[in-house]
Nanobody
């Protein structure tokens, strides 16, 4: 079993920054992709950014140039540095990872979510 614990959300004003962290723990043999999704009120969940074990990244167009995803493979942790935040970034942010666990099975895991609120 693998658990993801997110931290770093909060309330900020437009233009400010936040850094989200997500640490994976449990029986982890390998981790491939790690990423962040978000769900805004009344909207569907959407991809924010992903990073694979080799370091290649992918971003939603709406956050390119403002958000940076990174990871520490020694700590099984992924980060999301969010700069120049806008009110439309307000959402619950979810961490996800694809991990190889007990029995060499690959399973997708999700965190509980952390609220990010950006006031205008």
């Amino acid at each position: 079993q693998v658990h993801l614990v997110e931290s770093g959300g909060g309330l900020v004003q437009a233009g400010e920054s936040l850094r989200l962290s997500c640490a994976a723990s449990g029986v982890i043999l390998k981790i491939n992709a790690m990423g962040w999704y978000r769900r805004a009120p009344g909207k569907q969940r959407e991809l924010v950014a992903t990073i694979i074990s080799a370091g290649n990244t992918n971003y939603a167009d709406s956050v390119k140039g403002r958000f940076t995803i990174s990871r520490d493979n020694t700590k099984n942790t992924v980060y999301l540095q969010m700069n120049s935040l806008k009110p439309e970034d307000t959402a619950v942010y979810y961490c996800t990872t694809s991990a190889q666990t007990v029995g060499f099975r690959w399973v997708d895991y999700w965190g509980q979510g952390t609220q990010v609120t950006v006031s205008s």
